[in-house]
């Protein structure tokens, strides 16, 4: 089973046994360690290899294997830099892999003045770093689960929100939006790092 048909599945999962959309995120990440633990014969025990690269966004057990990706976190970085054309160790201070799933260092007080700003730019960081490092569309459930894990939440208005961005696209059927990069996901994606990391814009 690879990647894409595993992720699917998880989600069909969740939304077949009807999870309030609070816990949503928690069965989702149950549902992918447990079909993952049924198509590899080699998952190692709890406590054993560990491959995590902290942070706390990582809510899989240490020893699961890396559902979002099977390169290493330097892997990830290297690639992401590459493909956006920023620095590692620029990318290194603004975000973090779990797992092998991308997350964004906080405090959300740097990711803009406003909740709405600090929910934008999740939104843009997270499709940027889906694409540009593991080759995948951002899931919405995964990108606003990232925003309540800093935060940044709009509830009701998230939905307006997202649609009114203009450096990604959100797309998909109901319950099942995607984020995906546009022309001008790069460049957005420069001046959020910058600002965050408080360097001059380019």
């Known amino acids: 089973m690879d990647v894409e048909e595993l992720l699917a599945?998880?989600?069909?999962?969740?939304?077949?046994?009807?999870?309030?959309?609070?816990?949503?995120?928690?069965?989702f990440r149950e549902a992918l360690t447990r079909l993952s633990g049924q198509v590899s014969a080699t998952t190692p025990p709890a406590g054993g290899n560990g491959n995590t690269s902290g942070g706390n966004g990582g809510e899989q057990p240490a020893g699961e294997p890396a559902v979002a990706s099977s390169l290493t976190t330097d892997e990830l970085f290297a690639k992401f830099a590459n493909e956006s054309?920023?620095?590692?160790?620029?990318?290194?201070?603004?975000?973090?892999?779990?797992?092998?799933?991308?997350?964004?260092?906080?405090?959300?007080?740097?990711?803009?003045?406003?909740?709405?700003?600090?929910?934008?730019?999740?939104?843009?960081?997270?499709?940027?770093?889906?694409?540009?490092?593991?080759?995948?569309?951002?899931?919405?459930?995964i990108v606003r689960a990232e925003a309540a894990r800093l935060k940044c939440d709009l509830g009701g208005n998230w939905a307006r929100t997202m649609n009114g961005l203009s450096t990604v696209s959100w797309v998909g059927a109901n319950r099942q939006k995607q984020f995906k990069t546009k022309v001008d996901t790069t460049d957005a994606l420069k001046k959020l790092v910058a600002s965050i990391l408080g360097q001059p814009a380019e």
């Open 85 to 141: 054309e920023i620095a590692v160790a620029d990318l290194e201070r603004v975000f973090y892999f779990s797992n092998g799933e991308p997350h964004l260092n906080g405090p959300r007080s740097k990711l803009g003045k406003t909740t709405s700003d600090q929910a934008k730019t999740v939104a843009i960081a997270m499709t940027a770093a889906y694409d540009y490092a593991l080759d995948k569309q951002a899931p919405d459930d």
């Open 9 to 27: 599945r998880a989600w069909g999962a969740v939304e077949k046994a009807g999870i309030p959309e609070p816990l949503q995120e928690y069965a």
